[in-house]
């Protein structure tokens, strides 16, 4: 296994997640066990249907396993209740999606925030973060207004603010850029890049071979299975 | 929650009930309507018990009225005799006199069907003859001069108290103190005026008099002038009336004791009458009548409030029902991003309560502004309690809870990964 030195985020032993359609049963995940680890970039790939969005939401402790186990920073999530599931997605985990997700109603830098409105001590200085962060991504001018007078770039950018500002263990996004133009695309994957460099972890799962070699290294999906495990072009630039 | 952390979510709340304002202010109605109609109904409702009640009062609380009442198969001896006799004796005054218990004073009543005129003006009042203790017991109010005097009584003097609208209308330019006026064919020197009370139900008009009022002369005067027969002209014929008294007043002591004495009144007036020629009128029983009636009232009212509030709060609830689903991606990204099940709850009912009390509140100032309109345009009585307003907020903010709790449930229970797919 290529690198394999930053201690363990997510390990995945043996993790099935079954859905029952009437009597036939679809294994999203067969049998899946992987490790991943401080400060790596994974991109996870695979045709439509193979368990991508499955393993990403085990991920995000939105969903659970059928069986086997997942441990996130020291945490086995399997016996946890409701609640300390919400705790852990506050604290250990951002998440960026396809369609963006900002709330309506609410400005950028409220929708920025809102992953620490729901912590159990929110930090006295999240504000200046927020305020902090968007003004990196070039929000700065765009704090009091709404999602729906941005660019598509610039709601993901803002959606990108909101994964960072808990400063999580792992940045989980679900085809991040499938929403945006191919230049914006490229925008987007350059910060994430830029995220890595930083030594953030990032699962980001696509369909697109070109954003998948972007990152650090790719995770081959097909059949609720690993089916390979190669390098980006990342490291080997 | 910390109280900075509520106050957010209620700005949010707001903000998010903004964003459909026409459906939000049709959302209210219900409750505003709700509200406000309770609050005018009770204020309507309670103005008129009161007014209802004031009366029963001026009759006085502590009094038992014992009555005399032409009984109805009088008809019969009537043709034969032309005269009826019946009503109270004065054996029945000594009686009560002598052998009540509890009993403070007595008032015996003639009332004498007499003309009363001053000048070119008549009138036919109530011209009752009585002592001096009927302005006392009674609870009535001087209002010019004097009131007749236990003097008055013993020298049988021909004075006279003129009740406030016969004085007005017998002396609309002066003041009728020491003037001579003619009733019957005698003339009386007016010592006094007393003040009109709220027009009670059994208060007509005197026949051929559009005043209602009353003329008051000593008793002894009474029975020197006037005897025991009174000429009554019914449909053409000429009916004479034989009754020795037509009210004895007896006023009790405490009020507790007033329902023996009328008790007493009953079975005195059973034994000593063969005819059901009396009435014991007791004003305390009535306004326990008046007060049972004013309760049944308020259940009614109370259940009318309670079923336009039911409405109000499943329209609510059935447009919360319709947010939380149309939200349901909203909330999917909140789950995903930390929020708790009881998060969301709040949220929502939070909502719901915004908008159950808006409507409340906007509900409790029409429900003030109807009695005022009432009153200026209806001139009904209305009286707002202070405790109207108060309830109707109370419940206003209940319904809110109530009827939010299951859309806010519904949306806390959401799968996050189904609803963050949600279209
Ligand atoms: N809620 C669900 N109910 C039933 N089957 C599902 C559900 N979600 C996913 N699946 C099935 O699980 C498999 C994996 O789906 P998914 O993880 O969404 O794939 P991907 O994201 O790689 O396209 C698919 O065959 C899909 O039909
Ligand atoms: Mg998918």
């Known amino acids: ?237 | 929650m910390k109280s900075g952390a509520l106050l957010r979510t209620v700005r949010l709340g707001v903000s998010s009930l903004l964003l459909h304002k026409l459906r939000s202010l049709l959302t209210t109605l219900g409750v505003l309507f709700g509200v406000s109609s309770v609050i005018a109904m009770l204020a309507i409702g309670e103005g008129a018990s009161a007014e209802a009640q004031e009366q029963i009062r001026q009759l006085g609380s502590q009094n038992v009225i014992l009555r005399s009442v032409k009984p109805p198969d009088d008809l019969v001896s009537s043709q034969q005799s032309r005269i009826s006799s019946y009503g109270l004796t004065e054996g029945d005054l000594e009686r009560v006199r002598g052998t009540f218990p509890w009993v403070r004073r007595v008032v015996p009543v003639r009332q004498l069907q007499q003309e009363v005129r001053f000048e070119e003006r008549v009138l036919s009042p109530r011209v009752l003859a009585t002592v001096p203790s009927y302005l006392d017991v009674t609870g009535r109010v001087l209002f010019e001069g004097r009131f007749l005097s236990e003097q008055d009584e013993r020298e049988t003097a021909n004075v006279c108290v003129l009740g406030y609208e016969v004085a007005r209308h017998l002396f609309p330019l002066r003041s009728p103190i020491g003037q001579r006026v003619k009733i019957g064919s005698d003339y009386f020197t007016v010592v006094g005026t007393i003040v009109p009370r709220v027009p009670l139900g059994s208060d007509a008009p005197a026949p051929g008099s559009e005043v209602t009022g009353e003329v008051l002369i000593p008793l002894s005067t009474g029975w020197r002038w006037f005897g025991k027969l009174q000429v009554k002209i019914r449909s053409g014929s000429r009916d004479m009336e034989e009754v020795a008294l037509h009210e004895i007043i007896a006023e009790v002591d405490r009020p507790e004791h007033v329902e023996a004495a009328a008790a007493a009144a009953r079975e005195m007036l059973t034994r000593s009458h063969k005819k059901r020629d009396y009435e014991v009128v007791v004003p305390l029983e009535l306004l326990l009548r008046a007060q049972e009636t004013k309760r049944i009232f308020n259940i009614v009212l109370g259940s009318i409030a309670g079923i336009s509030l039911l409405v109000g709060g499943i329209g609510i609830m059935n447009v919360m029902l319709a947010t939380v689903t149309e939200r349901t991606r909203e909330i999917g990204i909140r789950r995903a991003l930390g929020a708790k099940r009881r998060h969301i709850v709040v949220q929502f009912l939070v909502e719901t309560v915004v908008l159950s009390v808006g409507g409340g509140l906007v509900g409790i100032l029409l429900g003030l502004a109807i009695p005022l309109a009432v009153e200026h345009w209806a001139e009904m009585r209305t009286i707002v309690t202070p405790t109207a307003p108060m309830l109707a907020f109370g419940i206003s903010a209940g319904i809110g809870v109530l009827f939010g709790l299951y859309p806010a449930w519904r949306a806390a229970n959401m799968d996050p990964v189904e609803a963050l797919r949600h279209e």
């Not at chain 1, 390990?11 to 790596?40: I, K, P, W």
């Not at chain 1, 994974?42 to 059928?66: A, Q, V």
């Not at chain 1, 962060?133 to 729906?148: C, N, V």
């Not at chain 1, 991040?176 to 699962?203: M, R």
């Open chain 1, 1 to 237: 296994m290529p690198g394999g030195n930053g201690a363990p985020v997510a390990e995945l032993r043996d993790v099935t997640r079954v859905y029952h359609m009437g009597a036939a049963e679809v294994r999203a995940l067969d049998g899946f066990s992987f490790t991943f680890r401080q400060g790596e970039y994974w991109s996870i790939m695979g045709t439509s249907g193979s368990g991508k969005s499955t393993l990403l939401n085990i991920l995000g402790c939105i969903d659970r396993p059928s069986s086997g186990s997942y441990e996130l920073c020291g945490h086995e999530i399997g016996e946890l209740a409701d609640d300390e599931l919400s705790e852990l997605r506050c604290r250990y985990l951002g998440f960026i999606f396809q369609s963006f997700n900002l709330i309506p109603q609410l400005t950028v830098l409220e929708n920025i925030m809102l992953p620490l409105f729901y912590q159990d001590e929110p930090p006295a200085e999240g504000r200046e973060r927020a305020e902090t962060l968007a003004a990196r991504l070039g929000l700065g001018e765009r704090l009091r207004h709404r999602p729906m007078e941005l660019s598509g770039g610039q709601q993901q950018r803002v959606a990108i603010a909101r994964s960072l500002v808990n400063d999580p263990a792992m940045i989980l996004a679900d085809e991040a850029t499938g929403n945006l133009d191919s230049k914006t695309a490229e925008e987007i994957l350059d910060l994430l890049d830029e995220l890595h460099g930083e030594g953030k972890t990032i699962l980001f799962v696509t369909h697109e071979a070109i954003v998948g070699r972007r990152a650090q290294r790719i995770l081959r999906l097909a059949d609720g299975r690993i089916a390979g495990v190669e390098e980006g072009m990342k490291d080997g630039r």
